[in-house]
C-alpha cells in the first residue's frame, strides 16, 4: 500500500472524498510552501496540505485523523515568527485559507461574525466603512489571517491603549480535535456562565481546536490622530521616556521604540520616508495619540513634548499629511522584513512593565556583549514589548546553534526577573518551549498539560508545540 509520511493511500482517498481532490495537494513544492512562515529559516514541510471551507469539513477531517492518530497542524497565513504552524511531524497541514468571509457586520451591537482565513486589514477597512473600528494592528496585518491572531493573541502598536486580541473576541466556533463542534461562549459584552472556553481558546497556538467562526466586538471610529517621531542621543532615554509620557497622565494610541540600525536597515529596505539621521542619534519613539477631539490632541502633544524635551533629542517631526502618517508606519512595519533581508535572524518576543523597559534592554546588549552576537531592538514600547532581533552575519553556525542559546536564556532569565514573560505576541511555539520553565512552575507547566490532554487526549492536533509531546523525539 503506497504511504505518504505516516499517511496510507486510502487515507488521501479519504480526504479526497471529503473536500474534493482539487484541495488536496501531494506536490512537494506546495509541501514546502506551507510548511514554513517567518521564523528564521525552518521548513517543516506537511505530508499532505488540505483546504477545507467548512467546520463540517474540517470536523470530517478530524474524526479521520482522531481515528488513525495522524497529526494535524492548523495553517494560516504563514507570517507567525514562533514555529507555530511547522507540522514538525508532517501529517495534514489544514490550511484555512478557504474560510475568508466576513459573515456579517452588526452595527446595531458593534460586532462583527468573520471566518478565520479574513486579512486582518481587510477586516479593519470592512468595519470602517461602516464607521466602525477593529483596533488590533499586528505589523502584518496587510497579510495575517485574524483566525491566527486569535491562535497567538496578537497584539500590535495600538495595544498599548486598545488592548490586544483578547480584549475583543466574545465568541468562537471551534472544531476540536475529536471533530466536535462547540461554541466557547456569547455574542454578549458580559458572560460569567461557566468556565471561559473563548479566553483559553485565544492564544492557545491552534493546539486545542480549530477556530472556524469568530465574533469580535468593535468601537465607534475615532475621527483625527498626531503622529511624531522623536529622536533620542542615548537608547535607555527613549525607553525612560516612555514610563515617564504615561506618568504625565498621557495614554497614547501608539508607542513604538526603534534603536538606531532598525532605522538605517528599514531605509535602505524600502522607499518609507527621507528621514535626517544625524550623527549620535541611538534611537527614536514613534508617538501617536487619537480622538474625536483635534484641540485636545494638540494639548497632548504638547504635553508629550514637554516631557521628552526633559532627555537629549534632536528635533522631532510631526506627520502632517496621512502619506507622511502612512510612511512613517511603513518605516515602522518594516523593520522585520529589513532585519530578515539582511540576514538569518532570531526574533525574540520579550515583554516587562514598560518602566524596566531601560533594564531590559541593557541586559540585551550585555547577553550579546558577552556571547558575541549583535542584536537590533525595536517594539511596542507603549506596553514593554520589546522585540530583539538577534542576527546571524559572520557568527559561525557553531556559535549560532550553541553560544545565542545561551544568550536567549540568559535574556529570558533577566525578563522574568523583571516580572516579564517570555513572550508578548508571538507565541511559543516551536523555537520557545524549551524556556518555558524559567516562566513557569513545574505545577503550572502540568496544569498546562493537563488541560492539552482533556481536549486532546490522543495528542494530534499541533503537536510539538508549546511542550513535548509524544510524537516528539529531539529538539529541532
Same mark, same amino acid.
Given at each position: 500500500?503506497?504511504? &505518504?509520511?505516516?499517511?496510507?493511500?486510502? $487515507?488521501?482517498?479519504?480526504?479526497?472524498? $471529503? =473536500?474534493?481532490?482539487?484541495?488536496?495537494?501531494?506536490? %512537494?513544492?506546495?509541501?514546502?510552501?506551507?510548511?514554513?512562515?517567518?521564523?528564521?529559516?525552518?521548513?517543516?514541510?506537511?505530508?499532505?496540505?488540505?483546504?477545507?471551507?467548512?467546520?463540517?469539513?474540517?470536523?470530517?477531517?478530524?474524526?479521520?485523523?482522531?481515528?488513525?492518530?495522524?497529526?494535524?497542524?492548523?495553517?494560516?497565513?504563514?507570517?507567525?515568527?514562533?514555529?507555530?504552524?511547522?507540522? =514538525?511531524?508532517?501529517?495534514?497541514?489544514?490550511?484555512?485559507?478557504?474560510?475568508?468571509?466576513?459573515?456579517?457586520?452588526?452595527?446595531?451591537?458593534?460586532?462583527?461574525?468573520?471566518?478565520?482565513?479574513?486579512?486582518?486589514?481587510?477586516?479593519?477597512?470592512?468595519?470602517?466603512?461602516?464607521?466602525?473600528?477593529?483596533?488590533?494592528? *499586528?505589523?502584518?496585518?496587510?497579510?495575517?489571517?485574524? /483566525?491566527?491572531?486569535?491562535?497567538?493573541?496578537?497584539?500590535?502598536?495600538?495595544?498599548?491603549?486598545?488592548?490586544?486580541?483578547?480584549? &475583543?473576541?466574545?465568541?468562537?466556533?471551534?472544531?476540536?480535535?475529536? #471533530?466536535?463542534?462547540?461554541?466557547? #461562549?456569547?455574542?454578549?459584552?458580559?458572560?460569567?456562565?461557566?468556565?471561559?472556553?473563548?479566553?483559553?481558546?485565544? /492564544?492557545?497556538?491552534?493546539?486545542?481546536?480549530?477556530?472556524?467562526?469568530?465574533?469580535?466586538?468593535?468601537?465607534?471610529?475615532?475621527?483625527?490622530?498626531?503622529?511624531?517621531?522623536?529622536?533620542?542621543?542615548?537608547?535607555?532615554?527613549?525607553?525612560?521616556?516612555?514610563?515617564?509620557?504615561?506618568?504625565?497622565?498621557?495614554?497614547?494610541?501608539?508607542?513604538?521604540?526603534?534603536?538606531?540600525?532598525? $532605522?538605517?536597515?528599514?531605509?535602505?529596505?524600502?522607499? !518609507?520616508?527621507? $528621514?535626517?539621521?544625524?550623527?549620535?542619534?541611538?534611537?527614536?519613539?514613534?508617538?501617536?495619540?487619537?480622538?474625536?477631539?483635534?484641540?485636545?490632541?494638540? !494639548?497632548?502633544?504638547?504635553?508629550?513634548?514637554?516631557?521628552?524635551?526633559?532627555?537629549?533629542?534632536?528635533?522631532?517631526?510631526?506627520?502632517?499629511?496621512?502619506?507622511?502618517?502612512?510612511?512613517?508606519?511603513?518605516?515602522?512595519?518594516?523593520?522585520?522584513?529589513?532585519?530578515?533581508?539582511?540576514?538569518?535572524?532570531?526574533?525574540?518576543?520579550?515583554?516587562?512593565?514598560?518602566?524596566?523597559?531601560?533594564?531590559?534592554?541593557?541586559?540585551?546588549?550585555?547577553?550579546?556583549?558577552?556571547? /558575541?552576537?549583535?542584536?537590533?531592538?525595536?517594539?511596542? !514600547?507603549?506596553?514593554?514589548?520589546?522585540? =530583539?532581533?538577534?542576527?546571524?552575519?559572520?557568527?559561525?553556525?557553531?556559535?549560532?546553534?550553541?553560544?545565542? *542559546?545561551?544568550?536567549?536564556?540568559?535574556?529570558?532569565?533577566?525578563?522574568?526577573?523583571?516580572?516579564?514573560?517570555?513572550?508578548?505576541?508571538?507565541?511559543?511555539?516551536?523555537?520557545?518551549? %524549551?524556556?518555558?520553565?524559567?516562566?513557569?512552575?513545574?505545577?503550572?507547566?502540568?496544569?498546562?498539560?493537563?488541560?492539552?490532554?482533556?481536549?486532546? *487526549?490522543?495528542?494530534?492536533?499541533? *503537536?510539538?508545540?508549546?511542550?513535548?509531546?509524544?510524537?516528539?523525539?529531539?529538539?529541532?
Amino acid at each position: 500500500m503506497k504511504t &505518504y509520511g505516516i499517511l496510507t493511500n486510502d $487515507i488521501i482517498e479519504q480526504l479526497n472524498q $471529503i =473536500v474534493s481532490k482539487d484541495f488536496v495537494f501531494l506536490d %512537494e513544492e506546495t509541501r514546502i510552501e506551507y510548511g514554513k512562515d517567518h521564523t528564521e529559516d525552518l521548513v517543516f514541510p506537511p505530508a499532505v496540505v488540505v483546504k477545507p471551507k467548512s467546520a463540517d469539513e474540517i470536523s470530517q477531517i478530524m474524526k479521520l485523523a482522531n481515528q488513525f492518530e495522524i497529526p494535524v497542524t492548523p495553517i494560516g497565513a504563514r507570517t507567525g515568527l514562533s514555529g507555530g504552524m511547522l507540522s =514538525v511531524h508532517q501529517g495534514i497541514g489544514l490550511s484555512l485559507e478557504r474560510m475568508n468571509q466576513i459573515l456579517k457586520i452588526d452595527t446595531d451591537n458593534l460586532q462583527v461574525i468573520t471566518q478565520p482565513g479574513v486579512i486582518t486589514q481587510v477586516l479593519q477597512d470592512a468595519v470602517l466603512e461602516k464607521g466602525l473600528f477593529y483596533p488590533v494592528d *499586528p505589523s502584518s496585518k496587510g497579510s495575517c489571517f485574524i /483566525g491566527g491572531n486569535i491562535a497567538e493573541n496578537s497584539g500590535g502598536a495600538r495595544a498599548v491603549k486598545y488592548g490586544v486580541t483578547k480584549d &475583543y473576541v466574545l465568541n468562537l466556533e471551534v472544531v476540536l480535535p475529536n #471533530g466536535e463542534i462547540i461554541e466557547t #461562549g456569547a455574542n454578549t459584552l458580559k458572560n460569567s456562565t461557566g468556565y471561559n472556553l473563548t479566553q483559553l481558546m485565544v /492564544g492557545s497556538e491552534g493546539t486545542l481546536g480549530i477556530v472556524t467562526k469568530i465574533v469580535l466586538k468593535l468601537l465607534p471610529k475615532n475621527d483625527f490622530n498626531v503622529l511624531m517621531l522623536v529622536p533620542f542621543y542615548n537608547m535607555n532615554e527613549a525607553a525612560k521616556a516612555v514610563s515617564e509620557i504615561f506618568k504625565a497622565g498621557i495614554v497614547p494610541s501608539a508607542m513604538e521604540f526603534m534603536e538606531r540600525d532598525a $532605522i538605517d536597515w528599514t531605509l535602505k529596505f524600502t522607499d !518609507a520616508i527621507e $528621514i535626517g539621521l544625524k550623527e549620535g542619534i541611538q534611537a527614536h519613539l514613534l508617538i501617536e495619540v487619537d480622538g474625536n477631539y483635534q484641540d485636545v490632541l494638540f !494639548a497632548q502633544a504638547e504635553k508629550i513634548m514637554e516631557v521628552v524635551e526633559q532627555f537629549k533629542i534632536d528635533e522631532v517631526f510631526y506627520a502632517e499629511t496621512e502619506d507622511q502618517k502612512n510612511a512613517l508606519w511603513k518605516l515602522r512595519r518594516n523593520v522585520a522584513e529589513a532585519v530578515k533581508s539582511h540576514t538569518i535572524y532570531k526574533e525574540e518576543d520579550t515583554v516587562v512593565p514598560r518602566y524596566e523597559l531601560p533594564a531590559l534592554l541593557k541586559a540585551v546588549k550585555d547577553a550579546g556583549e558577552k556571547y /558575541g552576537f549583535k542584536s537590533i531592538c525595536y517594539g511596542h !514600547a507603549g506596553d514593554g514589548n520589546l522585540h =530583539v532581533n538577534i542576527i546571524k552575519d559572520d557568527l559561525t553556525d557553531e556559535q549560532w546553534k550553541h553560544e545565542v *542559546p545561551k544568550g536567549i536564556r540568559e535574556i529570558f532569565e533577566k525578563t522574568v526577573a523583571l516580572n516579564g514573560t517570555l513572550s508578548g505576541e508571538h507565541g511559543i511555539g516551536l523555537v520557545q518551549k %524549551e524556556y518555558m520553565t524559567i516562566a513557569f512552575s513545574d505545577i503550572s507547566l502540568q496544569l498546562m498539560k493537563n488541560i492539552k490532554n482533556v481536549f486532546d *487526549p490522543k495528542q494530534i492536533l499541533n *503537536p510539538g508545540k508549546i511542550f513535548p509531546d509524544k510524537f516528539s523525539k529531539s529538539s529541532y
